[in-house]
C-alpha cells in the first residue's frame, strides 16, 4: 500500500509539469499583446512598454520564460498580476469562496442524488420512478446557464426566496442557489446510476440468498443491495469532487460568484500568463488528489480491489 | 446393519404420524412476458417431502424444477407468481404469504443452498459476517444447539438428553481449560502412553467451540473410560456456551471449512468455488431449517469437490434431521442421494416414486430417454453388463477401436510437453502444464480428463498452436507445430479445428448462422460465393439442423443448437483434429448425449480424430478410445479406456471413477 501510494504520488509529478507547460504555451499563443491591452485607449510608449516587458520576462523567449515561472513557483512565488497585486494573494480570495460553492453543490447532488436514485431503482416502472427519470433527463440535456437563468428568474426574481446573485464575500443562502444549479446536473447523472446500479444489483443471486436466511426487507436492502450499488456512485461523486473544486465558469459568471472559474476567466482575457498558469497547476494538484482519493476510498468499499 | 434398519423403521414411522413437511399440490407458476401474456412455468405439480427425507427434483434446464422449489421460499425471480394449487409447510398454507410472512419462515423453517457458489455471496461482506446475518436475522440462540424433534427422537445414543442445558455449545475460551481437565481426567483413570496420546488427539480434533455440545464432551469422556459422574461434572464446568465468533466458526466446521475462525474473516474472493459452497451450506443450515432446499447445489464443482461437499452435507442433514429438497439434472446423482425422485418435464411433474423403482422402471417416455441418456447411468450400466459377463459393446455408442489404435498412424504427438506462467507479485512460476507425453492416433479420441486446474484447457490450447509451450514439442503429422508460419500455419489450423465449451460465447451474436461457418471457408478462400453456400448447407446437415437456421442469429438457437453450429463451424474445412474443450459440459443430458452421438457418427464417418478436454468422466466412457488423466499439470495415468476404468492404477484416478455420480447404484440388468 504505501509502495502504491508513493507512485502514485511520484506519478503527478510529470502530470503536473505536463499541464504547465501546455497551458503556459496556450496563453502564450493567444493572439493580442497583454501589454499593449495595459495601455487601453491611451497612445502607447513604447520605452515604457518595453521596461513592463522586462519587469514581467515578456522579452525573453517562452521556454526561457516558463523555467523562470517553474523556478519561481518552486519557492511559492507565483509573480504578480499586471495590476501589481501578488497573484497568490489573488487566489487566496478567491478559492474560499469556489471551496465553499464546491461543497455545497457536492451534499446537494450527493444528497438528494442518492436519495432520488435509490427510490427510483427499487421502485422501478412505478410513477414516481418515471417523474424522476424524466426530471434527471430534463436536468442533463439542459445547459446549465438555462437553468441558472430559470432559477434567478423564479426563485430570485418571482417569488423572491433566494437572493439572484452572490456578489463578493457571499454566505450560505447567497450562494445556495448557485450550488444548486451548478450540482443539478451531476445530481441527475447520479439518480440514473444509482437507479441503475439498484435495480440491476435487486436481482443478483446473493441478494436471493440474504432473503433465504431469513432477514427483514430493510435490512437486505440496506445491507446487501445499496451498500454494493454505492460503490460506482461513491467513485463518481470522488471525481466529481474534484470538477467542481476547479470552479464553475458559467455559474460563477451567472450568479457574480468571484470565485477562481470566475478569476481564470478575467485572467485569460487578459492574458496574464502566470495567474492563469499558477490556478491550473492548483487545480491540476486538486484533481490528481482527488482521483487519488477515490482510488483509496474504492479500495476500501470494495474487499476485492487490493492495490500492491 | 440391523442398527441403521432400525433406524429407517423408526424414521419410517415417525414420518408417517407426522405426516409430510412440505406439501405441494396442484402448484401453477405463471411468468408475465413484455407483452402481458402468460407463461406457464409450472402445471398443476404435486410432491411432498416427509420429516428427514431426501427428495430429489430431476429435469433439464427450463422443466420448472427451480421454479418450483423457489415458489416454496417465495423467491419466484421477477414477474413469476404462483396462480393456484397450494404449498403447504407443517399443514400450514403458505402459497398465498405476503413477503412478510415469508421472512418468518424462511431461514428458520427452510434453508437454500443456492446452485452457483460464485454469484451467491456478498463479495463486499466477510464470510462470518454473511453467517451472521442469518444467525442474526432468525434471533438464534447461539449457545445452544436447535435440534429438531425427529433428531432428537432419532438420536441413538447412549445418553438421553435431559434437559436444554445439555444441549450448550463448548466456547473458544473455555477450550484450553476444558482440554486440560480431560487430560487430568485420563490421567486420573490410569490411560497413558499411546492410548493418551490418541485420545487427546481424538477430543482436540472433536470438540470444536461453537459445535460440540455439553452432552457430547461427556459422551466422549465417557467412552474414554471416564466415570459417569466425573465425566458430566467436566463437562458442565467446562461446556458454558460459546459467543457468537465460536458458533459461526462452528457452522463452517460442520460444513467441512477447516482452520474456519480464520476463514470466517475472509471475503469470498479469496474462496474456492468449493469453499464458497461449504459456505453457503453453513448459512443454509446455521438456523437448524427443517427443510432444505437444495437448488443444483455442486453442479457448478468438480466431480471430486461435489462428492465430498454431498457425502458432507448428507451427514449433517442426518444427523440434524434435515429434510432436503434436492434439485438436480443428473438422474444418477439424485438417484444416488434421494430416497424419492420427482420427474419434471416442460413444467409438469411426468413421474414420481421412490428412487430405484424410478431408475429400474421408468414409465413415462421422458424419464425413460432420461434414463437411457444420463452418461453417469450409461457408463455404470458398462461396468454392470461387463460384470455379468456379457458383451457390453451393444449397449455402447462408442466402441474402442483397439485395432486402429495400435495400427493407425500417430496424427498428433505431443513430448515433454510443458508451460508455466509467471505467478503476479512474484518471481515464482507456476508450471501449468509438467511434462506431459501422448499420441494421438488417427481416427481415435484421446479423452483428457482432470479437475478444474489441472492444466488440461492449457494442453489443448498449446495442440491448438493458440499458446507457446515453455518447452517440449507438439507434432502435427511429423512436423513440429512450432515451426509453421504464414502460409504452413494457414494450413495447420484448415486441418485442426476447435470446438469450446460455451457455445454462448464461441459464436459472435452480429454473424448469422450462415456467415458464422461460411467464415473459415472465406478465409481460407475455397470456393465461390455458390459452392460456399452450397458447403454450409451440407453442413447444417451433417449436424441435422433444418437449413432454415441459416438466416437466425445465435441468440435465436438453444444451447444445443449453438453447439452443433460450433461443430459444422468446425467442420467446414474438413479438418482431420477437433479438439473439443469440455464441448458437452454446458449442455443438458439429452441434448448432450445427442451431441455426443453426432460426434461419434461424424468420426465413424470421416475417420476424424479428436483430442477431448472434459471433467467428466462419464463422458469419457461414451466416446473415447484413450483415456489421459492429469492433475497438477502432470500426467498421472494414461491407457485406453477399459483399461482406466476397469483397471486404475492410481489413486487419484480410482476418485475420480468414485465420484462420478451413481456410481454405487445397483442397477440390475432390467433397462431395456
Same mark, same amino acid.
Not at chain 1, 68 to 94: C, D, S, W
Not at chain 1, 200 to 219: P, Q
Given at each position: 500500500?504505501?509502495?502504491?501510494?508513493?507512485?502514485?504520488?511520484?506519478?503527478?509529478?510529470?502530470?503536473?509539469?505536463?499541464?504547465?507547460?501546455?497551458?503556459?504555451?496556450?496563453?502564450?499563443?493567444?493572439?493580442?499583446?497583454?501589454?499593449?491591452?495595459?495601455?487601453?485607449?491611451?497612445?502607447?510608449?513604447?520605452?515604457?512598454?518595453?521596461?513592463?516587458?522586462?519587469?514581467?520576462?515578456?522579452?525573453?523567449?517562452?521556454?526561457?520564460?516558463?523555467?523562470?515561472?517553474?523556478?519561481?513557483?518552486?519557492?511559492?512565488?507565483?509573480?504578480?498580476?499586471?495590476?501589481?497585486?501578488?497573484?497568490?494573494?489573488?487566489?487566496?480570495?478567491?478559492?474560499?469562496?469556489?471551496?465553499?460553492?464546491?461543497?455545497?453543490?457536492?451534499?446537494?447532488?450527493?444528497?438528494?442524488?442518492?436519495?432520488?436514485?435509490?427510490?427510483?431503482?427499487?421502485?422501478?416502472?412505478?410513477?414516481?420512478?418515471?417523474?424522476?427519470?424524466?426530471?434527471? =433527463?430534463?436536468?442533463?440535456?439542459?445547459?446549465?446557464?438555462?437553468?441558472?437563468?430559470?432559477?434567478?428568474?423564479?426563485?430570485?426574481?418571482?417569488?423572491?426566496?433566494?437572493?439572484?446573485?452572490?456578489?463578493?464575500?457571499?454566505?450560505?443562502?447567497?450562494?445556495?442557489?448557485?450550488?444548486?444549479?451548478?450540482?443539478?446536473?451531476?445530481?441527475?447523472?447520479?439518480?440514473? =446510476?444509482?437507479?441503475?446500479?439498484?435495480?440491476?444489483?435487486?436481482?443478483?443471486?446473493?441478494?436471493?440468498?440474504?432473503?433465504?436466511?431469513?432477514? %427483514?426487507?430493510?435490512?437486505?436492502?440496506?445491507?446487501?443491495?445499496?451498500?454494493?450499488?454505492?460503490?460506482?456512485?461513491?467513485?463518481?461523486?470522488?471525481?466529481?469532487?474534484?470538477?467542481?473544486?476547479?470552479?464553475?465558469?458559467?455559474?460563477?459568471?451567472?450568479?457574480?460568484?468571484?470565485?477562481?472559474?470566475?478569476?481564470?476567466?478575467?485572467?485569460?482575457?487578459?492574458?496574464?500568463?502566470?495567474?492563469?498558469? #499558477?490556478?491550473?497547476?492548483?487545480?491540476?494538484?486538486?484533481?490528481?488528489?482527488?482521483?487519488?482519493?477515490?482510488?483509496?476510498?474504492?479500495?476500501?468499499?470494495?474487499?476485492?480491489?487490493?492495490?500492491? | 446393519?440391523?442398527?441403521?434398519?432400525?433406524?429407517?423403521?423408526?424414521?419410517?414411522?415417525?414420518?408417517?404420524?407426522?405426516?409430510?413437511?412440505?406439501?405441494?399440490?396442484?402448484?401453477?407458476?405463471?411468468?408475465?412476458?413484455?407483452?402481458?401474456?402468460?407463461?406457464?412455468?409450472?402445471?398443476?405439480?404435486?410432491?411432498?417431502?416427509?420429516?428427514?427425507?431426501?427428495?430429489?427434483?430431476?429435469?433439464?434446464?427450463? !422443466?420448472?424444477?427451480?421454479?418450483?422449489?423457489?415458489?416454496?421460499?417465495?423467491?419466484?425471480?421477477?414477474?413469476?407468481?404462483?396462480?393456484?394449487?397450494?404449498?403447504?409447510?407443517?399443514?400450514?398454507?403458505? #402459497?398465498?404469504?405476503?413477503?412478510?410472512?415469508?421472512?418468518?419462515?424462511?431461514? !428458520?423453517?427452510?434453508?437454500?443452498?443456492?446452485?452457483?457458489?460464485?454469484?451467491?455471496?456478498?463479495?463486499?461482506?466477510?464470510?462470518?459476517?454473511?453467517?451472521?446475518?442469518?444467525?442474526?436475522?432468525?434471533?438464534?440462540?447461539?449457545?445452544?444447539?436447535?435440534?429438531?424433534?425427529?433428531?432428537?427422537?432419532?438420536?441413538?445414543?447412549?445418553?438421553?438428553?435431559?434437559?436444554?442445558?445439555?444441549?450448550?455449545?463448548?466456547?473458544?475460551?473455555?477450550?484450553?481449560?476444558?482440554?486440560?481437565?480431560?487430560?487430568?481426567?485420563?490421567?486420573?483413570?490410569?490411560?497413558?502412553?499411546?492410548?493418551?496420546?490418541? @485420545?487427546?488427539?481424538?477430543?482436540?480434533?472433536?470438540?470444536?467451540?461453537? %459445535?460440540?455440545?455439553?452432552?457430547?464432551?461427556?459422551?466422549?469422556?465417557?467412552?474414554?473410560?471416564?466415570?459417569?459422574?466425573?465425566?458430566?461434572?467436566?463437562?458442565?464446568?467446562?461446556?458454558?456456551?460459546? %459467543?457468537?465468533?465460536?458458533?459461526?466458526?462452528?457452522?463452517?466446521?460442520?460444513?467441512?471449512?477447516?482452520?474456519?475462525?480464520?476463514?470466517?474473516?475472509?471475503?469470498?474472493?479469496?474462496?474456492?468455488?468449493?469453499?464458497?459452497?461449504?459456505?453457503?451450506?453453513?448459512?443454509?443450515?446455521?438456523?437448524?431449517?427443517?427443510?432444505?432446499?437444495?437448488?443444483?447445489?455442486?453442479?457448478?464443482?468438480?466431480?471430486?469437490?461435489?462428492?465430498?461437499?454431498?457425502?458432507?452435507?448428507?451427514?449433517?442433514?442426518?444427523?440434524?434431521?434435515?429434510?432436503?429438497?434436492?434439485?438436480?439434472?443428473?438422474?444418477?446423482?439424485?438417484?444416488?442421494?434421494?430416497?424419492?425422485?420427482?420427474?419434471?418435464?416442460?413444467?409438469?411433474?411426468?413421474?414420481?416414486?421412490? !428412487?430405484?423403482?424410478?431408475?429400474?422402471?421408468?414409465?413415462?417416455?421422458?424419464?425413460?430417454?432420461?434414463?437411457?441418456?444420463?452418461?453417469?447411468?450409461?457408463?455404470?450400466?458398462?461396468?454392470?453388463?461387463?460384470?455379468?459377463?456379457?458383451?457390453?459393446?451393444?449397449?455402447?455408442?462408442?466402441?474402442?477401436?483397439?485395432?486402429?489404435?495400435?495400427?493407425?498412424?500417430?496424427?498428433?504427438?505431443?513430448?515433454?510437453?510443458?508451460?508455466?506462467?509467471?505467478?503476479?507479485?512474484?518471481?515464482?512460476?507456476?508450471?501449468?502444464?509438467?511434462?506431459?507425453?501422448?499420441?494421438?492416433?488417427?481416427?481415435?479420441?484421446?479423452?483428457?480428463?482432470?479437475?478444474?486446474?489441472?492444466?488440461?484447457?492449457?494442453?489443448?490450447?498449446?495442440?491448438?498452436?493458440?499458446?507457446?509451450?515453455?518447452?517440449?514439442?507438439?507434432?502435427?503429422?511429423?512436423?513440429?507445430?512450432?515451426?509453421?508460419?504464414?502460409? %504452413?500455419?494457414?494450413?495447420?489450423?484448415?486441418?485442426?479445428?476447435?470446438?469450446?465449451?460455451?457455445?454462448?460465447?464461441?459464436?459472435?451474436?452480429?454473424?448469422?448462422?450462415?456467415?458464422?461457418?461460411?467464415?473459415?471457408?472465406?478465409?481460407?478462400?475455397?470456393?465461390?460465393?455458390?459452392?460456399?453456400?452450397?458447403?454450409?448447407?451440407?453442413?447444417?446437415?451433417?449436424?441435422?439442423?433444418?437449413?432454415?437456421?441459416?438466416?437466425?442469429?445465435?441468440?435465436?438457437?438453444?444451447?444445443?443448437?449453438?453447439?452443433?453450429?460450433?461443430?459444422?463451424?468446425?467442420?467446414?474445412?474438413?479438418?482431420?483434429?477437433?479438439?473439443?474443450?469440455?464441448?458437452?459440459?454446458?449442455?443438458?443430458?439429452?441434448?448432450?448425449?445427442?451431441?455426443?452421438?453426432?460426434?461419434?457418427?461424424?468420426?465413424?464417418?470421416?475417420?476424424?480424430?479428436?483430442?477431448?478436454?472434459?471433467?467428466?468422466?462419464?463422458?469419457?466412457?461414451?466416446?473415447?478410445?484413450?483415456?489421459?488423466?492429469?492433475?497438477?499439470?502432470?500426467?498421472?495415468?494414461?491407457?485406453?479406456?477399459?483399461?482406466?476404468?476397469?483397471?486404475?492404477?492410481?489413486?487419484?484416478?480410482?476418485?475420480?471413477?468414485?465420484?462420478?455420480?451413481?456410481? @454405487?447404484?445397483?442397477?440390475?440388468?432390467?433397462?431395456?
Amino acid at each position: 500500500m504505501g509502495k502504491y501510494l508513493l507512485r502514485r504520488i511520484l506519478q503527478m509529478i510529470p502530470v503536473v509539469l505536463g499541464t504547465t507547460l501546455l497551458v503556459y504555451a496556450l496563453v502564450f499563443a493567444l493572439p493580442g499583446d497583454p501589454v499593449k491591452a495595459m495601455f487601453g485607449d491611451k497612445p502607447v510608449n513604447e520605452a515604457v512598454a518595453a521596461q513592463i516587458r522586462a519587469e514581467y520576462n515578456l522579452d525573453k523567449p517562452f521556454i526561457v520564460q516558463y523555467f523562470l515561472f517553474l523556478k519561481n513557483a518552486l519557492t511559492l512565488n507565483f509573480g504578480e498580476t499586471f495590476a501589481g497585486q501578488p497573484v497568490i494573494a489573488e487566489i487566496g480570495r478567491a478559492f474560499p469562496v469556489t471551496i465553499k460553492l464546491a461543497l455545497m453543490a457536492f451534499c446537494f447532488e450527493a444528497i438528494f442524488g442518492c436519495v432520488f436514485g435509490v427510490i427510483s431503482g427499487l421502485k422501478k416502472g412505478k410513477w414516481y420512478d418515471s417523474v424522476i427519470l424524466i426530471v434527471s =433527463l430534463l436536468l442533463i440535456s439542459v445547459p446549465t446557464f438555462v437553468t441558472g437563468f430559470v432559477g434567478q428568474y423564479f426563485l430570485g426574481v418571482k417569488w423572491r426566496i433566494l437572493p439572484v446573485t452572490a456578489g463578493a464575500n457571499p454566505g450560505f443562502f447567497d450562494l445556495l442557489m448557485p450550488a444548486m444549479v451548478l450540482g443539478s446536473v451531476s445530481m441527475a447523472y447520479i439518480i440514473r =446510476l444509482a437507479r441503475s446500479e439498484v435495480s440491476s444489483n435487486i436481482a443478483l443471486d446473493y441478494v436471493r440468498t440474504a432473503r433465504a436466511k431469513g432477514m %427483514s426487507n430493510t435490512s437486505v436492502t440496506f445491507r446487501h443491495i445499496l451498500r454494493n450499488s454505492m460503490i460506482p456512485v461513491v467513485t463518481y461523486l470522488g471525481q466529481d469532487l474534484g470538477a467542481l473544486m476547479g470552479g464553475a465558469m458559467i455559474t460563477e459568471q451567472i450568479f457574480n460568484i468571484h470565485g477562481i472559474g470566475f478569476l481564470t476567466y478575467q485572467s485569460i482575457l487578459k492574458g496574464e500568463a502566470n495567474m492563469v498558469v #499558477s490556478v491550473v497547476t492548483l487545480l491540476t494538484l486538486v484533481f490528481v488528489v482527488c482521483n487519488l482519493l477515490v482510488d483509496m476510498l474504492y479500495a476500501a468499499l470494495d474487499p476485492r480491489i487490493r492495490y500492491a | 446393519m440391523s442398527e441403521q434398519t432400525n433406524i429407517d423403521d423408526k424414521l419410517d414411522q415417525l414420518q408417517r404420524a407426522e405426516g409430510p413437511l412440505l406439501e405441494v399440490k396442484d402448484l401453477q407458476v405463471d411468468f408475465t412476458t413484455d407483452d402481458g401474456r402468460a407463461v406457464h412455468a409450472v402445471r398443476d405439480s404435486s410432491f411432498s417431502v416427509y420429516p428427514g427425507q431426501w427428495v430429489a427434483i430431476v429435469g433439464e434446464s427450463g !422443466s420448472g424444477k427451480s421454479t418450483s422449489a423457489m415458489a416454496c421460499l417465495g423467491l419466484l425471480p421477477g414477474t413469476g407468481k404462483v396462480v393456484g394449487g397450494s404449498i403447504k409447510l407443517n399443514g400450514t398454507e403458505i #402459497s398465498h404469504y405476503a413477503q412478510k410472512e415469508f421472512v418468518n419462515v424462511r431461514g !428458520s423453517k427452510m434453508g437454500l443452498v443456492p446452485q452457483d457458489p460464485m454469484s451467491n455471496l456478498n463479495p463486499v461482506w466477510r464470510i462470518g459476517t454473511q453467517v451472521k446475518e442469518a444467525l442474526v436475522a432468525n434471533n438464534m440462540d447461539v449457545s445452544h444447539e436447535k435440534r429438531s424433534d425427529l433428531a432428537k427422537a432419532l438420536a441413538n445414543a447412549d445418553i438421553e438428553i435431559k434437559s436444554e442445558g445439555d444441549e450448550t455449545f463448548l466456547g473458544s475460551k473455555e477450550l484450553p481449560e476444558l482440554l486440560e481437565a480431560a487430560e487430568q481426567a485420563l490421567v486420573g483413570i490410569g490411560v497413558e502412553g499411546d492410548a493418551f496420546t490418541r @485420545k487427546m488427539e481424538y477430543f482436540r480434533s472433536e470438540w470444536v467451540p461453537g %459445535s460440540e455440545t455439553r452432552w457430547r464432551v461427556a459422551d466422549d469422556l465417557i467412552k474414554a473410560g471416564v466415570k459417569d459422574d466425573d465425566a458430566w461434572y467436566i463437562a458442565k464446568k467446562y461446556v458454558t456456551g460459546s %459467543s457468537m465468533e465460536d458458533r459461526i466458526a462452528g457452522l463452517l466446521v460442520e460444513a467441512g471449512l477447516p482452520d474456519a475462525a480464520t476463514r470466517a474473516r475472509q471475503y469470498p474472493h479469496e474462496f474456492s468455488g468449493g469453499m464458497r459452497q461449504r459456505a453457503l451450506i453453513a448459512i443454509g443450515l446455521a438456523c437448524r431449517p427443517e427443510l432444505l432446499i437444495a437448488d443444483e447445489p455442486t453442479s457448478a464443482l468438480d466431480v471430486t469437490v461435489q462428492k465430498k461437499i454431498l457425502d458432507h452435507l448428507q451427514d449433517l442433514t442426518d444427523s440434524l434431521g434435515t429434510a432436503v429438497l434436492f434439485i438436480t439434472h443428473d438422474l444418477g446423482l439424485a438417484a444416488e442421494r434421494a430416497q424419492h425422485i420427482v420427474v419434471m418435464y416442460k413444467g409438469q411433474v411426468v413421474e414420481s416414486g421412490p !428412487s430405484l423403482e424410478v431408475l429400474q422402471h421408468p414409465q413415462h417416455p421422458y424419464t425413460k430417454r432420461l434414463v437411457a441418456a444420463a452418461p453417469s447411468l450409461a457408463s455404470q450400466r458398462i461396468v454392470s453388463v461387463e460384470e455379468h459377463g456379457q458383451d457390453a459393446s451393444s449397449i455402447m455408442e462408442h466402441k474402442v477401436n483397439e485395432q486402429s489404435l495400435e495400427t493407425a498412424d500417430t496424427i498428433i504427438e505431443v513430448s515433454h510437453l510443458t508451460r508455466e506462467f509467471k505467478l503476479p507479485r512474484t518471481k515464482d512460476m507456476f508450471k501449468a502444464v509438467d511434462d506431459v507425453s501422448f499420441k494421438v492416433k488417427r481416427g481415435t479420441t484421446l479423452a483428457i480428463v482432470g479437475e478444474s486446474g489441472s492444466g488440461k484447457s492449457t494442453v489443448a490450447n498449446m495442440v491448438l498452436k493458440l499458446l507457446e509451450p515453455t518447452s517440449g514439442t507438439v507434432t502435427y503429422n511429423g512436423s513440429d507445430i512450432a515451426q509453421f508460419k504464414g502460409k %504452413s500455419l494457414l494450413d495447420f489450423r484448415r486441418h485442426v479445428q476447435p470446438v469450446f465449451q460455451n457455445p454462448y460465447g464461441s459464436l459472435d451474436p452480429m454473424y448469422s448462422i450462415f456467415r458464422s461457418i461460411e467464415e473459415p471457408l472465406r478465409i481460407h478462400k475455397i470456393g465461390d460465393k455458390k459452392s460456399r453456400a452450397a458447403r454450409v448447407r451440407e453442413l447444417l446437415d451433417l449436424v441435422e439442423l433444418p437449413e432454415s437456421v441459416m438466416r437466425r442469429y445465435p441468440n435465436e438457437l438453444s444451447g444445443g443448437q449453438r453447439q452443433r453450429i460450433a461443430i459444422a463451424r468446425a467442420m467446414a474445412l474438413n479438418p482431420d483434429v477437433i479438439v473439443c474443450d469440455e464441448a458437452v459440459s454446458a449442455l443438458d443430458v439429452l441434448v448432450q448425449d445427442q451431441v455426443l452421438h453426432l460426434l461419434n457418427d461424424l468420426q465413424a464417418k470421416n475417420g476424424l480424430s479428436y483430442l477431448f478436454i472434459t471433467h467428466d468422466l462419464a463422458v469419457v466412457r461414451q466416446i473415447a478410445d484413450d483415456v489421459v488423466v492429469m492433475q497438477h499439470g502432470k500426467l498421472v495415468e494414461h491407457g485406453t479406456t477399459d483399461e482406466v476404468f476397469l483397471h486404475p492404477q492410481q489413486q487419484y484416478t480410482r476418485d475420480l471413477l468414485d465420484a462420478i455420480p451413481g456410481g @454405487k447404484l445397483e442397477l440390475g440388468l432390467n433397462l431395456d
